[in-house]
């Protein structure tokens, strides 16, 4: 069996110097807040994103109510545009209970969502040296992926396809040559549509997903958080297990040099 | 078209691409089959917008708003921004012959002091709200920049994002409201079809039609985050309002990548003093058919839905296409404590409060979602 980076035989996702034996990351910027319990229940998750918007201090509707004990919220900096904003709404988040993690979301596209790498990597640089456990969201680029883990990033989080999109895992070459080569957990984040794109990036030894449109606009969403919690488990234990090899051809039962054993006999 | 030398002139060729555009469109060009492709393919462009404005697509309206759906599912998911207009100040230099403010209108004109705008604010942040829209008729005199920033500064205190709907300003008029605590700007170009806009713009300084359309660029000059786009439907073609209003976002979109678009989406209605002014209303189908064919042709952007729509309109339309919704409105100044009531500008159709609107988005499935922003 193989022991995934960072981890021990026990298999568990270790995140800032805490574990976490569930590999889904579930996103809940999408749907109505009663559903979230259910979601995180059905899910297994252990994680959960928390859009800022909703962190609200003595608000009618605060997201930290709605987060089952023992779920850390994973608050996000999506609205920033540059490094410095990012910034200021890591530390907001701190200051409103939201504890030490933060996945890091700087864009400057509104239509495609993609995030700025650069921006991304100076955030990064400035809030770990703070304490965070800075989980970046990031367009999937081997050196940009080496300069945030040398930032002090706790992982990677490279995007499938856009935000939102449902389209899969559009940059899955990419995302394995991450895999290969950093030695923080991979964190598959956005455009997984369906749960066996979540089986297979886990297939390709990423060391979790984060998931959130494609479970919020289903039509029943605990029911679909279930769903994806089984593929990704079923990843891992196909990655943990050591995948068959892939032919291009079939493997012939009467090869082509069958002969040359006919006239030794 | 020409720009008179006392207001700022910015370099941009997007009025000149989406004037030529406009002009060129005939919506009686577009098959239903074209309408077909524009409903149903991944990647949509301006032919496909086009296509989606025509009549052609009429038959085909209930396909649309499926799609619609999808879309704003999937870019915004039960989410709906909840936000309430509030009216400083209803004195206007402008004759607009549509409108309630129009400065020969003689009608009850007023501005909220500083004190009235704290109180109205007050008042509506314990509604729950946490955006606020500010508005104020176009008088550069009575709502000068320096009276609109104090109230944006204001606004800071009791609500998370603050837009701005006031008359068009100068990239430093915009830069001071920005550092007095404004998010975003919004304006009406009301008709994108230059001829009909001065036949309804008798008088005053919204006479210059590229002044106002290129309001929204100065903003993002100036560094706002978002800008908000309109046509009043109905004073025009509203074909190629809507055509226009589209290409118009889109190519600012396009110059500035950041930039948060939004389209609301308003029809005429009547106002008190504008009985005379005549016009064609648009249907509730074709006012569906525009709202579709902006979320289908830019899914990332905002929608707002006007309180002139009735309830069972907006409660439909939100759950299709919309994204913003204002609830407890008055569209008279001092109209929500009632400290100052003014005449309004128009007559609205939805004066439920922001409870009400609450709850009918819970029963839809939706969530009502206060503020975007910290």
């Known amino acids: 069996m193989k022991a995934a980076k960072n981890e021990d035989l026990r298999d568990v996702l270790t995140l800032g110097g805490r574990e976490f034996s569930s590999r889904f990351i579930l996103g809940s910027g999408k749907y109505s807040l009663t559903l979230i319990r259910a979601a995180v229940e059905e899910a297994g998750a252990q994680m959960i994103t ?3 918007r909703r962190a609200e201090r003595g608000g009618a509707e605060n997201i930290l109510d709605y987060i089952p004990e023992g779920v850390v919220p994973l608050p996000n900096t999506s609205g920033a545009r540059t490094a410095e904003e990012a910034v200021r709404l890591a530390r907001l988040a701190r200051e409103l209970g939201c504890g030490d993690f933060v996945k890091i979301e700087v864009i400057r596209d509104s239509k495609y969502l993609l995030p700025d790498n650069h921006e991304t990597v100076r955030a990064t640089e400035i809030l770990a040296a703070e304490g965070f456990v800075v989980m970046p969201y990031m367009y999937p680029d081997l050196n940009v992926a080496r300069d945030l883990q040398d930032a002090g990033a706790a992982c990677v989080m490279p995007l499938a396809a856009p935000i939102g999109s449902n389209r899969g895992l559009v940059t899955i070459d990419f995302i394995r040559i991450l895999v290969e080569e950093i030695d923080v957990p991979v964190i598959v984040d956005a455009g997984i549509g369906r749960p066996s794109q979540a089986c297979e990036a886990m297939e390709s030894g990423v060391a979790a997903i984060m998931a959130n449109t494609a479970i919020a606009t289903a039509g029943d969403l605990p029911a679909m958080a279930g769903a994806f919690r089984k593929a990704i488990e079923a990843g891992r234990a196909a990655y943990l297990a050591g995948l068959g090899r892939v032919l291009d051809t079939a493997d012939p039962s009467s090869p082509l040099t069958g002969f040359l054993r006919d006239d030794d006999a | 078209m020409v720009q008179p030398d006392d207001l700022e002139a910015i370099p941009s060729d997007v009025m000149e691409r989406v004037l030529s555009l406009a002009e060129a469109y005939d919506a009686s060009a577009w098959s239903e089959k074209q309408v077909r492709r524009a409903i149903h393919t991944t990647q ?6 086009a296509a989606l404005l025509s009549p052609s697509a009429a038959p085909l309206l ?32 402008n004759q607009c012959v549509y409108c309630g403010f129009n400065a020969r209108n003689r009608i009850h004109r007023t501005r909220l002091p500083a004190s009235g705008i704290e109180s109205e604010m007050r008042g509506i942040a314990e509604s729950g709200l946490r955006e606020i ?13 320096e009276y609109i920033g104090e109230a944006c500064e204001i606004a800071r205190k009791y609500f998370r994002a603050v837009g701005v709907e006031v008359y068009p300003m100068d990239v430093a008029g915009y830069a001071h409201l920005l550092a007095h605590g404004a998010d975003f700007v919004t304006v009406f170009q009301e008709t994108y079809d230059p001829v009909r806009y001065g036949e309804v713009h008798p008088g005053g300084r919204k006479r210059v039609f590229p002044y106002r359309f290129n309001a929204q660029e100065r903003a993002l000059i100036a560094g706002f985050r978002g800008v908000g786009f309109a046509a009043l439907l109905g004073l025009s073609d509203f074909r190629k309002d809507a055509f226009a209003t589209g290409l118009h976002a889109y190519f600012i979109q396009r110059k500035y990548p950041h930039a948060e678009i939004s389209f609301s989406c308003p029809r005429l209605r009547p106002v008190r003093g504008g009985s005379a002014f005549r016009f064609s209303s648009l249907t509730e189908a074709e006012l569906l058919q525009v709202i579709c064919a902006y979320r289908l042709f830019m899914p990332y952007a905002n ?5 002139r729509e009735n309830a069972r309109f907006r409660d439909n339309v939100v759950g299709i296409a919309a994204t913003k919704i204002s609830a407890g409105v008055s569209v008279a100044v001092g109209g929500h404590s009632g400290i100052e009531k003014s005449d309004g500008q128009f007559e609205i159709d939805d004066a439920r409060s922001v409870d009400e609107i609450r709850r009918m988005l819970a029963s839809r499935g939706l969530q009502a979602v206060m503020s975007d922003y910290l």
């Open chain 2, 62 to 93: 209930e396909e649309m708003a499926q799609a619609a759906r999808s879309e704003t599912r999937c870019r915004f998911g039960n989410s709906v921004s909840l936000f309430t207009p509030i009216y400083i100040s209803n004195h206007c230099e």
């Open chain 2, 44 to 49: 949509r462009g301006v032919s496909d917008f």
């Open chain 2, 133 to 145: 829209l500010i508005l104020t008729g176009e008088s550069r005199v009575k709502s000068d920049v």
């Open chain 2, 303 to 307: 929608i707002t839905l006007s309180s």
């Open chain 1, 50 to 52: 928390l859009a800022l």
